[in-house]
């Protein structure tokens, strides 16, 4: 999205779920003014999705999807400010071709107990399994979708994936860091400027999620 307005939130939303290999049955959003308003009420009133919102003052109501901030965006794009049409093309082909490697590919462990032994707090896990293998077990797949995504998976080639993720991601950091600095302006009698790109870099840089 070039940015959080109601609208562009909402597209986002019939994009992203037209793409989904299952229905939606619910919706949980924080209390932003880009979820709570009447578009995206009556889009779920009239697919009969449910929509809930978060509690007000509980920013740990979507705990397991703020967590997916690092793992799933910074650790992939960094922290750099994205705001031309030419870096949001990137993004798109980024996000194209990673939720291949998210969803078919990394396997991740649940936490199943967790028990304090004296002084030592000890944690099992399950066995790990990719979003992928768990939309198979919950039975979430129709014959078709499965079939399509079994056949992705088996076409997939690992290493290239990788390679065209992170040469998008270094061509991302270099337009973010190259753009014009944004013009000193006055804003309430007083001048302000953005920060300078060329001294964000560094500071900035990403990490592999994949070292």
């Known amino acids: 999205m070039p940015n959080k307005a109601a609208t562009n939130v909402f597209d986002a939303i019939k994009d992203v779920t037209s793409k989904f290999p299952f229905p939606i049955i619910g919706i949980d959003s924080d209390n932003g003014s880009e979820f709570i308003n009447a ?13 809930t919102p978060g509690r007000p ?3 740990n109501d979507g705990a397991h999807v703020e967590q997916k901030n690092w793992t799933h965006v ?19 082909e980024i996000w194209d071709l990673d939720w291949r490697f998210t969803n078919l590919l990394c396997a991740q462990q649940k936490l199943v107990s967790r028990e304090r032994v004296g002084a030592k707090i000890i944690k099992r896990h399950e066995t790990a399994q990719t979003p992928h293998q768990r939309a198979i077990a919950a039975g979430a797949l129709t014959p078709h979708r499965k079939a399509v995504l ?16 992170d040469t998008l991601a270094e061509k991302l950091e270099r337009l ?3 753009k014009t600095p944004t013009p000193i302006r006055a804003v309430n009698n ?12 560094e500071a900035t840089k990403r990490s592999s999620r994949r070292s």
């Open 39 to 51: 578009h995206l009420f009556d889009y779920c009133e009239t697919r009969k999705i449910t929509f």
């Open 57 to 59: 003052g509980h920013k």
């Open 74 to 92: 910074r650790s992939l794009v960094g922290y750099l400010r994205y705001d031309t049409a030419a870096e949001l093309a990137v993004l798109d």
């Open 150 to 165: 079994t056949r992705t998976l088996n076409e997939l080639r690992p290493g290239r994936l990788q390679r065209q993720i």
């Open 176 to 178: 973010a860091i190259r």
């Open 190 to 201: 007083q001048f302000t400027k953005g920060p300078r790109p060329e001294l964000l870099g």
